[in-house]
């Protein structure tokens, strides 16, 4: 049974939250996240709210009295990912009866009260769009003895939040949209984030200002589909990212993820016109090398469409580094098909990308297709792919060899001490000879090594 409504979900009812001080000794919340950044980024949200409501967050399930596990269906297996996770407190649960247990993010969302059905473990679910709720929601578990489902969407509402964040550093995320109106024919994120939504550019403009007071020097703007981005006043993305760029001292600007149809000519001008901000960095998900494959996935555009897309960005931005999303194994790929993915990525010249295995995913189209590629096929055409491309982008990224690249520092080099590490404009990750005080410079690095993932440089 769905339990609702838990007030008004807006961040004003947050005020009047109290802890459940009544039988906890430290209100210590673990929270366990899996998936992209939007579920890190939500994670953070999920700490901050519970923050003002006097929990503390610990590093360890074992100090806490509220575990939360905000979970992800995006890849295989989501469900028994929770429950082995919930199984592995039942100890706790049993030495401390005041801990609650519960689960958010697309898994909450996609199984509701059936996850507390099959894991009475589980006192509390909630959805992606319950998380301004959570004092809430965390306050009815401490009071009742049933457990609550939570998860709605409010599909018609404006989206209005506030970017919270703890301990920002150099660089963060700042949420622009949530949801997706795509429907890939694989994907669940329409039916776990519902409709696309997008946060006020004033909202977003005010966040960034905040952040830079804060010392962040970075901020990469978050969404499903970023580039679908359409503020209040009809303000595009590209758009956005000028008023962004030209209204703000933030010193980089990085988005993620984009959407090939929406990739516009725009956007590249945006690229060019304020490449001192907007990263030299782009993440484009293709899916697919062959035109037949995207047509069953409604990827809405072909493989030519994409290439021209490619062939439109480097144009406006010659320096830019590429990476794409690439799934094999899509119900009926043949093996010519997957061949035309291979020839693309030659094509191309991703520096990274991200490749996996088809897996049904609830509610989706694709799941209900009758010619499923089978387990061995996958996994041969996934070996080849990363084969493929490991041998190409150790090649490609020679070219910064010799190059002098801006770089944002942001931390010490963990494994060697008295260097430092950033990111250059590409998104490499460039180590470097130097110290502390450099954290948050942009500074020159002149690169000796380059590996795809990494660059080793000299400061000049
Ligand atoms: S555009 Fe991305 S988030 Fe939206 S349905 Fe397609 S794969 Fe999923």
Redesign the pocket.
């Known amino acids: 049974m769905e339990i609702k409504p838990l007030g008004d979900h807006s961040n004003s009812s947050l005020e009047t939250q109290k802890a459940p001080s009544q039988n906890t000794q430290t209100n210590g919340v673990f929270i366990s996240t899996y998936g992209c950044q939007m579920n890190s980024n939500d994670s953070e949200r999920m700490y901050s709210l519970l923050e003002m409501a006097n929990f503390t967050p610990v590093n360890t399930p074992e100090q806490a009295n509220l575990i939360i596990i905000n979970s992800c269906s995006v890849r295989e297996k989501p469900v028994h990912k929770v429950y082995s996770e919930v199984g592995r407190y039942k100890k706790l649960k049993k030495k401390n009866p005041n801990l609650k247990i519960g689960v958010g993010g697309c898994v909450g969302q996609q199984e509701k009260s059936a996850l507390t059905k099959e894991q009475p473990l589980i006192d509390f679910v909630f959805g992606p769009d319950n998380i301004d709720e959570l004092p809430n929601i965390v306050q009815n578990a401490y009071s009742s003895d049933g457990k609550i489902i939570h998860a709605k969407f409010y599909n018609n509402e404006p989206y209005h939040i506030e970017n919270m964040v703890r301990n920002p550093g150099v660089s963060t995320f700042v949420n622009i949209t949530k949801g ?5 024919t ?5 039916f776990t984030r519902g409709r696309l939504r997008s946060r006020p550019a004033q909202d977003i403009l005010s966040d960034i200002e905040k952040l830079v007071d804060r010392g962040v020097k970075e901020v990469t703007l978050l969404g ?2 970023v580039n679908s981005y359409m503020g209040e006043c009809g303000t595009n993305f590209a758009q956005l990212l000028v008023l962004l760029a030209e209204k703000t001292n933030i010193l980089r600007i990085r988005y993620t ?1 984009s ?1 090939p149809k929406d990739f516009t000519e725009e956007l590249c001008q945006v690229h060019r016109d304020y490449k001192e901000k907007v990263c030299d960095y782009i993440h484009l ?1 293709v899916q697919s090398g062959n035109s037949e494959v995207l047509h069953r996935m409604n ?1 809405v555009y072909t493989r030519e469409d994409y290439l021209k897309k490619i062939e439109m960005i480097y144009k406006y931005v010659p320096s830019v580094s590429l990476s794409s999303d690439f799934i094999v194994g899509f119900p009926g790929e043949t093996e010519s098909q997957f061949l035309d993915t291979l020839s693309l990525i030659e094509k191309v010249k991703y520096e990274s990308l991200y490749a996996f295995k088809y897996s049904p995913r609830p509610f989706t189209k694709a799941a209900r297709f009758g010619d499923q590629v089978a387990e061995d096929v996958m996994q041969d055409r996934l070996d080849r792919l990363l084969q493929l491309h490991r041998a190409g982008s150790f090649q490609e990224c020679q070219k910064y060899v010799g190059d002098i690249v801006e770089v944002l520092v942001d931390k010490e080099d963990s494994q060697k001490p008295g260097y430092m590490t950033g990111r250059s404009s590409q998104n490499k990750i460039t180590h470097f000879e130097g110290s502390r005080d450099l954290i948050g410079q942009i500074v020159k690095v002149k690169i000796e090594q380059s590996h795809p993932q990494t660059l080793h440089g000299i400061r000049v």
């Open positions: 997706c109106d795509n429907f890939c694989f994907c669940v994120v329409p499903q589909n993820t959407h998900p990827r």
